[in-house]
């Protein structure tokens, strides 16, 4: 349904789009957004800050079922974390994630911020959490939202022009070095990726340079994290540069390359490593699809375990009650009370 509240009105680039489901797949998680995070606070003073007030340790992602917006953006990714000091206090982080100019940026992230970001206890004079919204920004053009918006207010406003904290990170400012550096090899590629999406010599010069540390990965994350990254980059690359990228990786001995989720473009790319393949291929093929199958339901089981985790653990912090728990999580009373 068009939109037609002027208030509320977006540019076309907020529509979600499948470089935000990529950004969302990559930080969902909460030790790849943890590392995503630390690279931030070296680039962004304000960021560098609040991480230094939070423990990172403790950060839960709040289920996207608990927002009442219904025009969230697709990269939009909610989390809460303790404070650093032991204090028994929590704070929020919101995740946004732009790859071009968008007008109503803020107001979609205050809608989100107020439907999403509370506490409920009989203690609290204000129900809601103070929050850290990050923006994160990979476009061609040079833009920050928050670069004019104190403009002309009284000094007594300064920093108070937003219901919430938000600091602005350009993805580019983050240096290569500290992306290869990164413990996380699927961070740091990510990262990479999206910075050099409209960088075709950048992209085939850095993005190769992760071979190492991604032969040291599981088969099966290693492969889903280049299908993941050649699903992405066919938004903004030729099949050709896809084609040297997967050269790239295949020539050091690797079992897998870049592909494209079986299209006619897969079928293209696989022709053209064909020769260093043919005789594994059926047989890399079975053990792949085997471990993949294996992975999946590992990490179902996991996710159940994780979900009850996070519904007993919001309960037991106040930040739902535990009929909303029921509501939202699907569990009984029972299991999320149990120890």
């Not at 950004?23 to 070296?42: A, I, N, P, Q």
């Not at 600091?167 to 990726?193: K, Q, R, Y």
């Not at 294996?294 to 996710?303: F, L, T, V, Y």
Request: hydrophobic share 40%; with cysteine; proline share 4%.
């Amino acid at each position: 349904m068009e939109n037609t509240n002027p208030m509320t009105k977006v540019d076309e680039t907020s529509e979600p789009k499948p470089h935000d489901a990529f950004f969302r797949w990559l930080f969902g998680d909460v030790g790849r957004l943890r590392h995503l995070l630390v690279l931030s606070g070296k680039v962004n003073r304000d960021i560098g800050e609040f991480i230094s007030e939070v423990n990172l340790d403790t950060l839960v992602r709040i289920p996207d079922s608990y927002s009442e917006v219904a025009e969230t953006g697709e990269a939009d990714l909610a989390f809460r974390v303790e404070v650093a000091s032991g204090a028994p206090l929590l704070v929020g982080i919101l995740v946004e994630h732009k790859s071009g100019r968008d007008s109503g940026t803020l107001d979609q992230i205050a809608r989100y911020v107020n439907s999403v970001m509370k506490i409920y206890s009989e203690h609290r004079a204000f129900s809601g959490l103070p929050t850290m919204a990050i923006i994160f920004y990979n476009g061609r053009e040079n833009w920050n939202p928050l670069g004019s918006i104190e403009d002309r207010y009284p000094s007594c406003f300064r920093g108070r022009i937003l219901p919430f904290a938000c600091s602005f990170v350009n993805m580019i400012d983050i240096p290569d070095s500290d992306c290869l550096a990164c413990e996380d090899t699927a961070t740091g590629m990510g990262i990479v990726a999206m910075k050099y999406a409209y960088d075709r010599e950048q992209l085939l010069q850095v993005l190769p340079q992760f071979k190492e540390p991604l032969q040291r990965m599981p088969y099966d994350k290693a492969a889903c994290l280049l299908a993941k990254i050649s699903i992405y980059l066919k938004e903004y690359v030729t099949k050709d540069v896809l084609k040297e990228l997967d050269m790239a990786f295949v020539s050091i001995g690797q079992k897998y390359g870049f592909v494209s989720a079986g299209d006619e473009f897969r079928r293209e790319i696989a022709e053209a490593r064909a020769e260093v393949q043919a005789k594994t291929q059926a047989e890399e093929q079975a053990k792949a699809q085997k471990q993949i199958a294996n992975a999946r339901s590992d990490e179902q089981a996991k996710a159940e375990e994780n979900k009850l985790a996070t519904a007993q653990k919001m309960v037991r912090d106040g930040v739902i009650s535990v009929e909303n728990a029921i509501s939202y999580f699907g569990y009984s009373k029972e299991q999320i009370l149990a120890k």
